[in-house]
């Protein structure tokens, strides 16, 4: 009782510090305000290294901290491609942030918004935009808010419910948010960042550590896969093998060894891309004094950085707890294989069995620590917290931010004050916080479903920023229609389809995520009804944009024999990598049913996928760096 006491002592201490820091810094920021242009996007000034990491927390969640571990734990490796979002959620940043930055200091946007329907002369993109940045924020704040429930909940032994939990970071998020605007977030983000990214390595070497090193790691997984009785349809174990490249069955659940195919993986990472493409991130890029952080955060920071942790670390978190007790099945078929450590507080249940089911596997690894060093119970709560709040507190900020510009200001208050448009972005994220406190206290059922819906929605984004960064041949209208039908087609391959009745089919039939129905629906409406809509006024009005990136943005003529070998490597990345012919790795470094094939000891699949990362982090360099993608422009805009 004693050392619970203490455990929890350090928890609150090091909560109260990490707080201290966030409202600190939501003062000063409040202060440093004069103007609606420092509130909102924190007056164009935000450093390279704040960017970086700022950028990088707000790209990584929460769910990287919380929920990634425990889905790599019930699904295997085959969820592990999920990891590969390190690279292409900023995949997304090299294609579009520096474009859109020499957009916004060249014509002086500060909203997304603002910057599309001045493009496009359009006022409903404009609305749509707004919409899409709400239906983002709302539900992933609350899977944040959700999460940090259960986490107070599991390291206070009960002693804490789950909604204080939330209502508390709830207020706190709101306090530094509200006041300080962007760059407060940002301040905090870069804190967020470290706390994040060292929080998953040393929860890697804890579990690494309790498992008794890599021969124990390899033993335990080999009489994983071989105890499986949930099998591809090729034999092998679901936990080390996609289950084919598409399978067609109405939805995603029914597929045979899981739904996780290369066409599901691949999908699924256009929904992760919605990450970068969401209209909060192009508000992060205004934000900046010049592209240059842009580079570095994409490649070093997201795609090497959060990389290696998710390969390694992150793997070794969600496999690993197979061997220390969070799987009865394995404590009572295979003990010589498993240290018990996590079962006698999971109360003699399988994992997934409890209430938090896989979202409480990082909980119980922290508590590991809870006898023998209470204090890093405490730091391990900060970490994950700050992961929590990392993108919820992004997005709350920027969405207020586009309400306030984009509805009260353009119809509303057109002359409002820099003062009252603070006023008002301070009240929306007061309201935006309160629905999502809404959402995860009366949703929680749905809630994962709703944090899919939010970037699948965010993902919808691409044609317009193709539209703005590249190609002005889509229209308007094109790309209105375009982006309606995409927000409908993942509404309708989501459970939510089925839940309210308009579809026959369930969650991501055919095995193909509700973002990659979305985007194909909407780039197919996009570019059909543009063929109809063309208009010369319209399009020699887009290139007056056009013209400005080609002088400023393009690619020296010396590199341009370079493009499509750039491209050519980009797709085979894509398909190999994360796509369809992402089965090969399945058994071409070994036999996953022969564990004395496997290089290194380790299955086929892990392989590859260590292999494919690091074919990644060269393909990202190249476009960010080699083809100028995120690089400063070498002219003075």
């Not at 539900?139 to 939990?165: C, E, K």
């Not at 039908?485 to 579809?503: D, F, K, N, P, R």
């Amino acid at each position: 009782m004693f050392g619970l006491e203490i455990k929890v002592i350090w928890l609150l201490f090091f909560v109260a510090l990490y707080w201290s820091y966030c409202i600190f810094w939501g003062i000063k920021g409040a202060r440093q305000s004069k103007t609606a242009g420092d509130y909102f996007i924190a007056g164009r000034s935000i450093s390279i290294w704040v960017f970086v990491l700022a950028a990088t927390a707000t790209s990584f969640s929460g769910w990287t901290f919380m929920g990634h571990p425990g889905l790599i734990y019930r699904d295997g490796f085959p969820y592990a491609y999920a990891s590969f979002y390190a690279i292409t959620i900023p995949f997304t940043g090299v294609l579009f942030l520096k474009r859109q930055w020499m957009l916004g200091k060249k014509f002086g946007f500060v909203t997304p918004g603002e910057m599309f329907a001045e493009y496009f002369k359009s006022d409903t993109i404009r609305l749509l935009i707004v919409l899409v940045a709400l239906v983002f924020s709302v539900p992933y704040l609350g899977i944040q808010l959700r999460a940090s429930g259960f986490l107070f909940n599991v390291l206070t032994d009960g002693m804490l419910g789950v909604n204080v939990g939330m209502i508390l970071l709830s207020l706190v998020v709101v306090i530094y948010v509200a006041t300080g605007g962007l760059r407060a977030v940002a301040y905090v983000d870069t804190m967020q960042c470290i706390l994040l990214a060292g929080g998953i390595i040393a929860l890697g070497i804890i579990s690494f550590y309790y498992i008794g090193g890599i021969t124990n790691l390899t033993e335990g997984i080999i009489s994983l896969t071989q105890s499986d009785t949930k099998l591809t349809k090729d034999g092998y174990s679901h936990y080390v093998a996609i289950p084919g490249m598409i399978q067609f069955v109405d939805a995603g659940s029914k597929a045979v060894g899981g739904p996780w195919t290369g066409i599901m993986i691949l999908t699924y990472m256009f929904a992760l891309m919605g990450i970068q493409s969401a209209p909060a991130f192009t508000m992060w890029a205004f934000s900046n004094q010049s592209p240059k952080p842009f580079a570095p955060q994409q490649v070093w920071a997201s795609a090497f950085g959060i990389g290696a942790i998710l390969f390694f670390f992150t793997a070794i978190q969600g496999i690993g707890s197979h061997f220390l007790g969070a799987n009865l099945d394995m404590v009572t078929n295979n003990p010589e294989v498993v240290n018990n450590v996590i079962g006698p507080n999971l109360g003699g249940k399988d994992l997934m069995e409890t209430a938090s089911k896989q979202g409480g596997l990082v909980p119980q690894l922290i508590n590991l620590m809870g006898e023998s060093a209470p204090w890093l119970v405490g730091l391990l709560s900060v970490c994950a917290l700050a992961a929590m709040q990392s993108t919820g507190a992004a997005y709350m900020s920027t969405a207020g931010g586009m309400i306030t510009r984009d509805i009260i200001k353009r119809y509303v208050l057109p002359n409002a004050s820099d003062s009252q448009q603070k006023l008002f972005g301070r009240f929306f994220v007061i309201i935006i916080v309160a629905l999502a406190l809404l959402v995860a206290a009366t949703a929680t059922d749905a809630l994962v479903l709703l944090g899919g819906l939010a970037v699948a929605y965010g993902f919808q984004m691409w044609p317009a920023l193709i539209a703005i960064c590249f190609w002005p041949w889509l229209t308007s209208l094109g790309i209105t229609l375009g982006l309606i039908a995409g927000l409908i087609a993942v509404t309708c391959t989501e459970s939510i389809g089925q839940s309210l009745g308009i579809t026959g089919w369930g969650r991501w039939p055919l095995t193909i995520h509700s973002a990659g129905w979305g985007i194909f629906f909407n780039l197919g409406t996009a570019i059909l009804v543009s063929f109809f809509t063309q208009n010369q006024n319209d399009y020699n009005h887009k290139m007056k944009y056009h013209n400005f990136l080609k002088e400023y943005a393009g690619l020296p003529s010396e590199k341009k024999n370079l493009v499509p070998i750039a491209w050519i490597i980009t797709l085979l990345w894509f398909f190999f990598g994360i796509g369809p012919g992402a089965v090969i790795g399945n058994w071409i470094f070994g036999d996953p049913t022969n564990p004395a094939t496997w290089i290194f000891g380790i299955p086929s699949i892990w392989v590859w996928q260590i292999l494919f990362w690091v074919i990644g982090v060269y393909m990202m360099w190249m476009l960010a760096y080699k083809m100028e993608l995120s690089t400063p422009s070498k002219k003075e805009i």
